[in-house]
Protein backbone atom coordinates (compact mmCIF):
# COMPACT_ATOMS: atom_id res chain seq x y z
CA UNK A 1 0.00 0.00 0.00
CA UNK A 2 1.14 3.40 -0.42
CA UNK A 3 1.88 5.95 2.29
CA UNK A 4 1.26 9.75 2.24
CA UNK A 5 2.28 12.56 4.53
CA UNK A 6 0.53 13.42 7.36
CA UNK A 7 -0.15 17.05 6.22
CA UNK A 8 -1.43 15.67 2.97
CA UNK A 9 -3.77 13.19 4.97
CA UNK A 10 -4.74 16.40 7.44
CA UNK A 11 -5.72 18.04 4.10
CA UNK A 12 -7.91 15.36 2.83
CA UNK A 13 -10.00 15.12 5.60
CA UNK A 14 -10.54 18.69 5.60
CA UNK A 15 -11.70 18.71 2.29
CA UNK A 16 -13.77 15.48 2.88
CA UNK A 17 -15.31 17.53 5.60
CA UNK A 18 -16.20 20.61 3.88
CA UNK A 19 -17.31 18.98 0.55
CA UNK A 20 -19.63 15.95 2.38
CA UNK A 21 -20.71 17.32 5.83
CA UNK A 22 -22.62 19.72 7.01
CA UNK A 23 -24.82 21.14 9.83
CA UNK A 24 -27.69 18.73 8.64
CA UNK A 25 -24.80 15.48 7.42
CA UNK A 26 -22.46 14.01 9.55
CA UNK A 27 -19.84 11.98 8.77
CA UNK A 28 -18.77 8.73 11.17
CA UNK A 29 -15.35 7.67 11.33
CA UNK A 30 -15.41 5.14 8.78
CA UNK A 31 -17.61 7.23 6.51
CA UNK A 32 -14.60 9.40 6.51
CA UNK A 33 -12.38 6.93 5.56
CA UNK A 34 -14.45 5.53 2.75
CA UNK A 35 -14.34 9.38 1.06
CA UNK A 36 -11.02 9.71 1.67
CA UNK A 37 -10.08 6.10 -0.48
CA UNK A 38 -12.10 7.80 -2.85
CA UNK A 39 -9.97 11.04 -2.78
CA UNK A 40 -6.67 9.14 -2.92
CA UNK A 41 -7.37 6.28 -4.54
CA UNK A 42 -7.60 2.78 -2.93
CA UNK A 43 -3.82 2.61 -3.13
CA UNK A 44 -3.50 4.36 0.24
CA UNK A 45 -3.96 2.65 3.83
CA UNK A 46 -5.57 4.96 6.50
CA UNK A 47 -5.61 3.86 9.81
CA UNK A 48 -8.13 4.38 11.73
CA UNK A 49 -6.59 5.23 14.92
CA UNK A 50 -4.32 7.89 12.50
CA UNK A 51 -7.67 9.56 11.95
CA UNK A 52 -9.17 9.59 14.77
CA UNK A 53 -5.83 11.48 16.16
CA UNK A 54 -6.43 14.30 13.35
CA UNK A 55 -9.90 14.98 13.91
CA UNK A 56 -9.14 15.44 17.35
CA UNK A 57 -6.45 17.74 16.30
CA UNK A 58 -8.50 19.36 13.96
CA UNK A 59 -11.74 20.08 16.53
CA UNK A 60 -8.55 21.39 19.06
CA UNK A 61 -7.44 23.75 16.42
CA UNK A 62 -8.49 27.52 16.45
CA UNK A 63 -8.40 27.18 12.49
CA UNK A 64 -10.78 25.19 11.53
CA UNK A 65 -14.16 24.46 12.24
CA UNK A 66 -14.59 20.78 13.20
CA UNK A 67 -17.23 19.79 15.28
CA UNK A 68 -17.36 16.07 17.37
CA UNK A 69 -20.71 14.81 18.34
CA UNK A 70 -19.25 12.35 21.13
CA UNK A 71 -20.91 8.79 21.18
CA UNK A 72 -23.78 7.95 23.42
CA UNK A 73 -25.55 4.58 23.79
CA UNK A 74 -23.05 2.77 21.95
CA UNK A 75 -23.37 4.72 18.74
CA UNK A 76 -20.41 6.11 16.77
CA UNK A 77 -19.01 9.70 16.78
CA UNK A 78 -20.29 11.52 14.15
CA UNK A 79 -18.03 14.32 12.80
CA UNK A 80 -18.90 17.61 10.31
CA UNK A 81 -17.56 20.87 9.49
CA UNK A 82 -19.88 23.82 10.11
CA UNK A 83 -19.69 27.52 10.74
CA UNK A 84 -18.40 28.19 6.99
CA UNK A 85 -17.63 31.66 5.89
CA UNK A 86 -20.37 31.95 3.43
CA UNK A 87 -24.07 30.67 4.42
CA UNK A 88 -26.42 28.92 2.47
CA UNK A 89 -28.53 31.84 2.23
CA UNK A 90 -25.89 34.48 1.34
CA UNK A 91 -24.73 31.65 -1.48
CA UNK A 92 -28.51 31.88 -2.81
CA UNK A 93 -28.30 35.97 -3.17
CA UNK A 94 -25.02 35.80 -5.27
CA UNK A 95 -26.82 33.12 -7.29
CA UNK A 96 -29.76 35.13 -8.27
CA UNK A 97 -27.54 38.20 -8.46
CA UNK A 98 -25.80 36.49 -11.36
CA UNK A 99 -28.73 35.10 -12.79
CA UNK A 100 -29.92 38.87 -13.32
CA UNK A 101 -27.06 40.28 -14.29
CA UNK A 102 -27.74 41.52 -18.28
CA UNK A 103 -23.71 42.20 -18.12
CA UNK A 104 -22.54 38.62 -17.87
CA UNK A 105 -23.43 35.91 -20.65
CA UNK A 106 -25.45 33.07 -20.09
CA UNK A 107 -22.07 30.57 -20.55
CA UNK A 108 -20.45 32.76 -17.77
CA UNK A 109 -23.65 32.74 -16.04
CA UNK A 110 -23.65 28.71 -15.90
CA UNK A 111 -19.42 28.76 -15.01
CA UNK A 112 -19.79 31.17 -11.51
CA UNK A 113 -22.92 29.45 -10.56
CA UNK A 114 -20.97 26.24 -10.63
CA UNK A 115 -18.11 27.37 -8.69
CA UNK A 116 -20.59 29.06 -6.25
CA UNK A 117 -22.17 26.08 -5.22
CA UNK A 118 -18.42 24.20 -4.69
CA UNK A 119 -18.54 26.89 -1.75
CA UNK A 120 -20.86 24.88 0.33
CA UNK A 121 -21.14 20.88 0.50
CA UNK A 122 -22.84 18.74 -1.92
CA UNK A 123 -25.74 18.06 0.20
CA UNK A 124 -26.51 21.46 0.63
CA UNK A 125 -25.16 22.30 -2.95
CA UNK A 126 -28.34 20.08 -4.45
CA UNK A 127 -30.93 22.70 -2.57
CA UNK A 128 -28.94 25.64 -4.79
CA UNK A 129 -30.12 24.71 -8.20
CA UNK A 130 -31.08 28.19 -9.93
CA UNK A 131 -34.79 29.37 -9.75
CA UNK A 132 -34.03 32.33 -11.73
CA UNK A 133 -34.29 31.80 -15.79
CA UNK A 134 -31.02 32.70 -17.33
CA UNK A 135 -31.70 34.51 -20.64
CA UNK A 136 -29.60 33.94 -23.33
CA UNK A 137 -29.24 37.33 -24.13
CA UNK A 138 -26.63 39.76 -22.70
CA UNK A 139 -25.51 43.14 -23.36
CA UNK A 140 -22.89 43.44 -26.63
CA UNK A 141 -19.50 43.20 -25.35
CA UNK A 142 -20.30 41.35 -22.19
CA UNK A 143 -17.08 38.96 -22.60
CA UNK A 144 -14.92 42.85 -22.89
CA UNK A 145 -16.91 43.86 -19.77
CA UNK A 146 -15.68 42.03 -16.99
CA UNK A 147 -12.03 42.68 -17.92
CA UNK A 148 -12.98 46.24 -18.37
CA UNK A 149 -14.18 46.42 -14.82
CA UNK A 150 -11.02 44.45 -13.47
CA UNK A 151 -9.32 46.86 -14.93
CA UNK A 152 -11.53 50.17 -13.78
CA UNK A 153 -11.51 48.56 -10.26
CA UNK A 154 -7.23 48.21 -10.27
CA UNK A 155 -7.80 51.85 -11.84
CA UNK A 156 -9.84 53.24 -8.70
CA UNK A 157 -8.07 51.39 -5.84
CA UNK A 158 -4.84 52.88 -6.96
CA UNK A 159 -5.76 56.30 -8.17
CA UNK A 160 -4.17 56.26 -11.13
CA UNK A 161 -5.50 57.53 -14.38
CA UNK A 162 -7.37 55.93 -17.15
CA UNK A 163 -7.51 55.78 -20.88
CA UNK A 164 -10.47 54.72 -22.93
CA UNK A 165 -12.37 55.34 -26.36
CA UNK A 166 -16.26 55.48 -25.97
CA UNK A 167 -19.15 54.97 -28.55
CA UNK A 168 -23.06 54.17 -29.24
CA UNK A 169 -25.56 52.76 -30.93
CA UNK A 170 -26.66 54.41 -33.65
CA UNK A 171 -30.58 53.89 -35.59
CA UNK A 172 -28.53 50.98 -37.69
CA UNK A 173 -27.87 49.47 -34.85
CA UNK A 174 -23.96 49.84 -35.19
CA UNK A 175 -21.58 50.94 -32.19
CA UNK A 176 -19.74 53.86 -33.18
CA UNK A 177 -16.78 55.67 -31.43
CA UNK A 178 -17.97 59.46 -30.28
CA UNK A 179 -15.79 62.30 -30.57
CA UNK A 180 -14.58 60.48 -34.08
CA UNK A 181 -12.56 57.49 -32.16
CA UNK A 182 -10.63 60.50 -29.20
CA UNK A 183 -8.75 58.77 -26.66
CA UNK A 184 -10.28 60.48 -23.19
CA UNK A 185 -8.52 60.45 -19.96
CA UNK A 186 -10.54 60.23 -16.69
CA UNK A 187 -10.29 60.34 -13.26
CA UNK A 188 -12.12 57.07 -11.98
CA UNK A 189 -13.74 57.20 -8.58
CA UNK A 190 -16.42 54.91 -8.36
CA UNK A 191 -18.12 51.83 -9.89
CA UNK A 192 -21.60 51.28 -9.24
CA UNK A 193 -24.34 48.65 -10.61
CA UNK A 194 -27.52 50.33 -11.89
CA UNK A 195 -30.40 49.03 -13.28
CA UNK A 196 -28.59 46.26 -14.96
CA UNK A 197 -25.35 48.15 -16.04
CA UNK A 198 -22.45 48.77 -14.79
CA UNK A 199 -21.27 52.61 -14.41
CA UNK A 200 -18.42 54.61 -14.11
CA UNK A 201 -18.04 58.06 -12.01
CA UNK A 202 -15.08 60.26 -12.51
CA UNK A 203 -13.93 63.44 -13.70
CA UNK A 204 -12.48 64.08 -17.24
CA UNK A 205 -8.71 65.46 -16.53
CA UNK A 206 -9.17 69.54 -16.87
CA UNK A 207 -12.50 69.01 -15.89
CA UNK A 208 -14.32 70.11 -12.29
CA UNK A 209 -18.03 68.28 -13.05
CA UNK A 210 -18.81 64.63 -11.98
CA UNK A 211 -19.52 62.52 -15.14
CA UNK A 212 -21.29 58.75 -15.33
CA UNK A 213 -20.32 56.55 -18.19
CA UNK A 214 -21.67 53.09 -19.16
CA UNK A 215 -18.90 50.73 -19.03
CA UNK A 216 -19.87 48.78 -21.59
CA UNK A 217 -19.95 51.14 -24.23
CA UNK A 218 -15.83 51.84 -23.01
CA UNK A 219 -13.57 50.38 -25.08
CA UNK A 220 -9.79 49.94 -25.00
CA UNK A 221 -9.50 50.99 -21.69
CA UNK A 222 -6.16 51.03 -19.79
CA UNK A 223 -4.96 52.36 -16.46
CA UNK A 224 -1.65 54.86 -17.15
CA UNK A 225 0.87 55.46 -14.20
CA UNK A 226 -0.30 58.40 -13.83
CA UNK A 227 -2.32 59.14 -10.34
CA UNK A 228 -4.43 61.80 -9.39
CA UNK A 229 -6.54 62.85 -6.18
CA UNK A 230 -9.18 62.53 -5.05
CA UNK A 231 -11.93 65.00 -4.03
CA UNK A 232 -12.72 64.05 -0.35
CA UNK A 233 -15.99 65.75 -0.36
CA UNK A 234 -17.22 63.47 -3.16
CA UNK A 235 -19.95 60.87 -2.28
CA UNK A 236 -20.93 58.22 -4.62
CA UNK A 237 -24.03 57.08 -2.72
CA UNK A 238 -25.16 61.12 -2.51
CA UNK A 239 -24.21 61.08 -6.08
CA UNK A 240 -26.51 58.28 -7.61
CA UNK A 241 -29.32 59.41 -5.16
CA UNK A 242 -29.57 62.48 -6.59
CA UNK A 243 -29.72 61.21 -10.75
CA UNK A 244 -33.08 59.91 -12.21
CA UNK A 245 -32.00 57.09 -14.97
CA UNK A 246 -28.68 58.00 -14.94
CA UNK A 247 -28.82 61.32 -16.76
CA UNK A 248 -26.54 64.20 -16.16
CA UNK A 249 -27.38 67.94 -15.56
CA UNK A 250 -27.04 70.75 -12.93
CA UNK A 251 -27.93 69.85 -9.30
CA UNK A 252 -30.89 71.90 -8.12
CA UNK A 253 -33.15 72.07 -5.22
CA UNK A 254 -36.31 69.63 -6.15
CA UNK A 255 -39.75 70.60 -4.81
CA UNK A 256 -42.95 67.98 -5.60
CA UNK A 257 -46.52 68.19 -4.49
CA UNK A 258 -47.70 64.79 -4.39
CA UNK A 259 -50.51 62.59 -3.98
CA UNK A 260 -50.74 60.06 -0.55
CA UNK A 261 -50.36 57.08 -2.54
CA UNK A 262 -46.62 57.95 -3.68
CA UNK A 263 -45.55 58.22 -0.22
CA UNK A 264 -43.82 54.52 -0.38
CA UNK A 265 -42.74 54.77 -3.75
CA UNK A 266 -41.19 58.17 -2.59
CA UNK A 267 -39.44 56.43 0.68
CA UNK A 268 -38.26 53.45 -1.92
CA UNK A 269 -36.43 55.84 -3.97
CA UNK A 270 -35.29 58.35 -1.40
CA UNK A 271 -34.60 56.34 1.80
CA UNK A 272 -36.77 57.27 5.53
CA UNK A 273 -34.39 60.35 6.05
CA UNK A 274 -35.94 62.28 3.11
CA UNK A 275 -37.92 64.99 3.92
CA UNK A 276 -41.88 64.72 3.92
CA UNK A 277 -44.29 67.84 4.70
CA UNK A 278 -47.91 66.78 4.90
CA UNK A 279 -50.11 69.27 2.42
CA UNK A 280 -54.09 68.73 3.21
CA UNK A 281 -55.16 65.42 3.58
CA UNK A 282 -54.47 63.54 0.37
CA UNK A 283 -51.16 65.09 -0.70
CA UNK A 284 -47.57 65.77 1.09
CA UNK A 285 -44.55 68.31 -0.34
CA UNK A 286 -41.40 66.25 -0.60
CA UNK A 287 -38.49 68.44 -0.60
CA UNK A 288 -34.56 67.22 -1.90
CA UNK A 289 -31.91 67.62 -3.90
CA UNK A 290 -31.80 66.30 -7.35
CA UNK A 291 -29.87 66.59 -10.57
CA UNK A 292 -31.92 68.45 -13.34
CA UNK A 293 -32.09 66.55 -16.29
CA UNK A 294 -34.56 64.67 -19.06
CA UNK A 295 -34.10 61.89 -16.64
CA UNK A 296 -35.77 63.50 -13.74
CA UNK A 297 -38.76 64.96 -16.25
CA UNK A 298 -39.32 61.30 -17.60
CA UNK A 299 -39.47 60.23 -14.15
CA UNK A 300 -41.74 62.68 -12.94
CA UNK A 301 -44.35 61.66 -15.77
CA UNK A 302 -44.47 58.45 -14.70
CA UNK A 303 -46.72 59.68 -11.79
CA UNK A 304 -48.83 61.51 -14.43
CA UNK A 305 -51.35 64.42 -12.28
CA UNK A 306 -50.56 62.68 -9.05
CA UNK A 307 -47.27 64.66 -8.89
CA UNK A 308 -46.78 68.63 -9.48
CA UNK A 309 -43.51 70.13 -9.40
CA UNK A 310 -43.10 73.10 -7.24
CA UNK A 311 -39.40 74.13 -8.09
CA UNK A 312 -37.52 74.70 -9.32
CA UNK A 313 -38.45 77.33 -12.35
CA UNK A 314 -36.54 75.47 -15.24
CA UNK A 315 -37.80 72.15 -14.05
CA UNK A 316 -41.73 73.37 -13.95
CA UNK A 317 -40.90 74.62 -17.60
CA UNK A 318 -39.36 71.63 -18.70
CA UNK A 319 -42.42 69.38 -16.92
CA UNK A 320 -44.95 71.86 -19.52
CA UNK A 321 -42.84 71.59 -22.62
CA UNK A 322 -42.69 68.07 -22.17
CA UNK A 323 -46.50 67.60 -21.84
CA UNK A 324 -47.08 69.41 -24.52
CA UNK A 325 -44.97 67.61 -26.41
CA UNK A 326 -47.11 64.34 -25.43
CA UNK A 327 -50.83 66.35 -25.74
CA UNK A 328 -49.51 66.94 -29.95
CA UNK A 329 -48.33 63.61 -30.04
CA UNK A 330 -51.65 62.04 -29.50
CA UNK A 331 -53.79 64.76 -31.09
CA UNK A 332 -52.19 64.54 -34.50
Same mark, same amino acid.
Given at each position: ?21 ? %? ?5 ? @? ?21 ? /? ?20 ? #? ?12 ? +?? !? ?12 ? &? ?17 ? #?? *? /??? /??? =???? =? ?9 ? &? ?22 ? @? ?13 ? $? ?47 ? &? ?7 ? $? ?7 ? !????? /? *? ?13 ? =? ?9 ? #? ?26 ? %??? +? ?15
Amino acid at each position: MKSIKKSERILGIINVLKKYSD %EENELTL @QEIIDYLHEEFIDEVEFSKVAIS /NDLKELSDSKYVDIIINNERNG #LPKYYSYKNRLIEI +QE !LRLLMDAISSARFI &TKKDKEKILEKIKRLTSLS #LA *N /NLQ /NQI =YLED =YAISGANRVKY &TIFTLHNAIHEKKIIQFKYGRYNV @QKEFTLSHNGLTREL $HPYALVWNNDYYYLIGKYVGKEDMVHLRVDRMVDVNMTDQPFKVDEHFD &TSEYMNRLF $HMYSGAEKD !LKVRM /N *NSLINVMIDRFGEDV =YIEEDGANAFI #LRTKAIISDGLVKWLLTWGSDAKVIDPP %ELV +QMMKEESEKMYNIYNN
